[in-house]
């Protein structure tokens, strides 16, 4: 809750930028969070993933002082009816020369499912074409993961990741929660290899870019949606937000 009210004190409206304090104000902020919150003292043994990026700490805690370079957007449409309980709020991206950290912040009901799709090589040849049919019912991400997605030409979805379950870590071969290469063959999804995890109200992943076969001069496009983890219906939940959820017409843009 104070990690709530923090995030919500630093958000500036509407703009892509929601934690500008962190950035005002380093030094005081990341006193402030870490003093409060305590959370991302990483109590199970998580370490920073990359010694090389601005400290995170991959536990499902956003804390500020870790996410301050990132990349931030905000979604304020209020969920509709069928899917409340259940909300996407932030999604904030950071890449550094090897790695592509993520972080996602909302709620989660049983039986649904946060689902990212990722292109990694914005406007290049690989991935799916519009409509992407994506379609393994063999494990219970995949079948989230599952959806006919309206794409611009440009985004051609080769990776996702995704979520069924809040308020723990993802392990290996985790059927419920982490990555999956759905371009290579969208009938049949692999598991690609990540470090995830999520506290009740956020999750934070990182990846290497090797694993996402992301060349150096090549700009990821990242679109999260929220919705059923079994049904193939979508909650109007968007990050960036976006009007209709079976179709990417807004992406966050990682280069
Ligand atoms: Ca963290
Ligand atoms: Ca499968
Ligand atoms: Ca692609």
């Given at each position: 809750m104070l990690l709530l009210a923090v995030l919500a004190a630093g958000c500036g409206g509407e703009s892509t930028d929601n934690i500008p304090d962190a950035t005002a104000n380093p030094t005081h902020d990341a006193t402030t969070i870490d003093s409060l919150t305590g959370a991302d003292a990483a109590p199970d043994g998580q370490v920073a993933a990359d010694a090389s990026a601005p400290g995170f700490v991959i536990d499902g805690v956003i804390n500020p002082a870790e996410w301050g370079a990132a990349n931030s957007h905000v979604n304020s449409i209020a969920v509709d009816g069928a899917f409340a309980g259940n909300a996407l709020s932030q999604l904030l991206t950071y890449r550094d020369s090897t790695t592509l950290y993520l972080a996602i912040g909302g709620s989660l009901t049983a039986g649904n499912a946060i689902m990212l799709y990722l292109d990694h090589d914005l406007a290049g040849?690989?991935?799916?074409?519009?409509?992407?049919?994506?379609d393994d019912s063999?494990?219970?991400?995949?079948?989230?993961?599952?959806?006919?997605?309206?794409?611009?030409?440009?985004?051609?979805?080769?990776?996702?990741?995704?979520?069924?379950?809040?308020?723990?870590?993802?392990?290996?071969?985790d059927e419920r929660m982490g990555w999956r290469d759905v371009g290579t063959n969208p009938l049949s999804f692999a598991q690609v290899v990540g470090e995830t995890v999520c506290s009740l109200d956020a999750c934070e992943t990182s990846i290497p870019l090797a694993n996402l076969a992301v060349n150096p001069s090549d700009q990821i496009g990242v679109a999260v949606r929220l919705g059923s983890a079994t049904s193939g219906v979508l909650s109007n939940q968007t990050l960036p937000q976006d009007a209709a959820p079976n179709s990417i017409n807004v992406y966050a843009t990682v280069p």
């Open positions: 040849a690989d991935g799916l074409a519009s409509p992407a049919s994506l063999a494990g219970a991400l995949d079948l989230a993961l599952s959806r006919v997605l309206i794409t611009p030409s440009e985004f051609r979805v080769d990776y996702a990741f995704g979520v069924l379950d809040m308020n723990r870590a993802a392990a290996p071969g």
